[in-house]
């Protein structure tokens, strides 16, 4: 069965970082180009960074770009985060896309404080 489990996600401080993780099994995440949302309380889920199967190509929101930094290996996804703001506090979900197919993880809670 094809999954996708975050990991990494907690409490941290306005200014701090965290890097989560995002571990593939089940299929070969190298087919798949991969991604992160999240979702803040009491908001819709956006996208967040996006990055092509072969690395050649990423996107970030607006509201991360400079401070986050999305990558991948063979069978994980990550997402570094750095210089974090209150507003970045949300459910992250990472996701692989192959196609019309899209896998979505669990979801990791990122919690910011001042």
């Known amino acids: 069965q094809a999954q996708l489990a975050e990991s990494g996600g907690g409490l941290a401080q306005a200014g701090g970082s965290l890097r989560l993780s995002c571990s593939a099994s089940?299929?070969?995440?190298?087919?798949?180009?991969v991604g992160w949302f999240r979702q803040a309380p009491g908001r819709e889920r956006e996208g967040i960074s996006c990055?092509?199967?072969?690395?050649?190509g990423t996107r970030y929101a607006d509201s991360v770009k400079g401070r986050f930094t999305i990558s991948r290996d063979n069978t994980r996804v990550y997402l570094q985060m750095n210089s974090l703001k209150l507003e970045d506090t949300g459910v992250y979900y990472c996701?692989?896309?192959?196609?019309?197919?899209?896998?979505w993880g669990q979801g990791t809670q990122v919690t910011v404080s001042s």
């Open positions: 089940g299929f070969n995440l190298d087919y798949y180009s």
């Open positions: 990055l092509t199967i072969s690395s050649n």
């Open positions: 996701t692989g896309k192959y196609g019309t197919v899209t896998i």
